[in-house]
């Protein structure tokens, strides 16, 4: 199993960038497919980025264009980069693998963009 911390989030302006890093455990991990999730108040979790082992990447619509999703496989991390920040990205933002065989989530990162 792999488990994953999230850090990185705050309190930003709109029209901010803010970059979101994941430590995940696991001798397995630069073979995963990882991604970032995202779950506002209300709302479905949804995955807003994946990023394969090789670098290839993936980005829901609303976000494709503002963030770039990276990974440091010596370090076991992934990395969001969040820019031109909206107010309808406000959520808490969880990184895990993307197959639905790893079941576990973290605490997750609260990213807050004020108007």
């Known amino acids: 199993q792999v488990q994953q911390v999230e850090s990185g989030g705050g309190l930003v302006q709109a029209g901010g960038s803010l970059r979101l890093a994941c430590a995940a455990s696991?001798?397995?991990?630069?073979?995963?497919?990882m991604g970032w999730y995202r779950q506002a108040p209300g709302k479905q979790r949804e995955l807003v980025a994946s990023?394969?082992?090789?670098?290839?990447?993936n980005y829901a619509d609303s976000v494709k264009g503002r963030f770039t999703i990276s990974r440091d496989n010596a370090k076991n991390t992934v990395y969001l980069q969040m820019n031109s920040l909206k107010p309808e990205d406000t959520a808490v933002y969880y990184c895990?693998?993307?197959?639905?065989?790893?079941?576990?989530w973290g605490q997750g990162t609260q990213v807050t963009v004020s108007s």
């Open positions: 895990k693998p993307t197959s639905s065989l790893y079941t576990y």
């Open positions: 696991g001798s397995i991990f630069d073979a995963l497919l």
């Open positions: 990023i394969t082992s090789h670098g290839s990447t």
